[in-house]
């Protein structure tokens, strides 16, 4: 073969495997950066420690009111009217139904309402990708259902808007401090046998400041509300025994840091599966507060 020719030939052999090689490369990878459904977990971070004041921008939203932080909730006052975010819940709940939220919502997250007691409250939920949701109500005297939705829904856009810019704030509990405690251990006790009920195990709440075991529950939390009953004594502390529909509840306090006049809470209660609860079942309550109580740390 000519030279002239040879070279021809070679550079259309090239071109016709170049052109080939072309055909035949991997197809790109799928681009996966794009928004993903929120959780509960991503947004919060660990539920034992959110400081759910810190998701209410009570200036914007109620300015003037007072809010209080709890373990698992904030509660915050203005004259008749009370907003509370929290707690965090996963449970079932039929009375709430979707609702066309205004406002822009993260990838994922469901914005619903509840109809329940529609007449002195407004109530929403924030529910999270992973079924874990964020109750809020607001509660007042006065008729205005849509001035307290109003409330609500501006209570709803705060948490958001703290959720999505990463401003969650924490809580930090000090040492004898019920913020400390883990309650199923309180509960996982032989004594609690007669009120729980047999062969019942506890179950922790999902902020793990809270536990259930078969008909006794143990909460602990800050006081925001003190209780009407007479004062006695139980377990070696200063008690109130209470009946709440089904439930007998006892409650015990003691300071807590923070603000003058604050005082943590735990609150003993025992279900009345038969129907409203009754003298004996406050004293199954009494029981089981004499073999919790002493085991709580005083501050």
């Known amino acids: 073969m000519y030279p002239l020719a040879k ?6 052999f090239c071109a016709l495997l170049t052109a080939g090689c072309a055909t035949t490369q991997a197809t790109p990878e799928p681009d996966h950066s794009g928004p993903s459904p929120l959780t ?3 947004a ?14 009570v200036a914007e939203v109620a300015p003037g009111a007072v809010a209080v932080p709890t373990f698992e909730s904030c ?25 066309a939220y205004p406002g822009p919502v993260p990838d994922g997250v469901a914005i619903q309402q509840s109809a329940f007691n529609d007449r002195s409250a407004c109530t929403r939920a924030i529910t999270f990708a992973d079924g874990n ?31 999505t810019a990463n401003k969650v704030g924490r809580l930090t509990f000090p040492d004898r401090s019920w913020g400390r405690v883990a309650p199923c251990v309180l509960l996982d006790n032989h004594d609690l046998d007669a009120a729980a009920g047999p062969g019942s195990k506890p179950t922790t709440g999902l902020s793990g400041h809270s536990c259930i075991r078969g008909k006794v529950s143990l909460k602990l939390t800050v006081e925001t509300a003190e209780s009407p009953a007479p004062p006695e004594t139980l377990g070696g502390r200063p008690a109130r025994v209470r009946t709440a529909g089904a ?6 306090t003691q300071p807590a840091p923070g603000p003058p006049g604050r005082r943590e809470l735990a609150e003993i209660s025992v279900v009345e599966t038969a ?4 003298d004996a079942t406050c004293a199954l309550a009494r029981t089981a507060a004499t073999s919790i109580l002493p085991r709580l740390p005083t501050a």
């Open 40 to 42: 509960a977990s991503a």
């Open 44 to 57: 919060l971070g660990d539920f034992g420690t959110v400081d759910y004041c810190s998701l209410l921008n």
């Open 247 to 252: 439930f007998c509840l006892v409650d015990t």
């Open 7 to 12: 070279s021809l030939a070679v550079a259309v």
């Open 133 to 163: 949701r964020v109750d809020l109500s607001v509660t007042d005297t006065g008729n205005d259902q849509a001035a307290r939705c109003g409330v609500a829904d501006a209570a709803i856009g705060s948490a958001l808007a703290a959720v």
């Open 75 to 99: 509660q915050a006052t203005r004259g008749a009217q009370t907003i509370q975010l929290g707690p965090l819940a996963f449970d079932s709940d039929p009375n709430i139904k979707p609702y």
């Open 275 to 278: 129907g409203t609860a009754n």
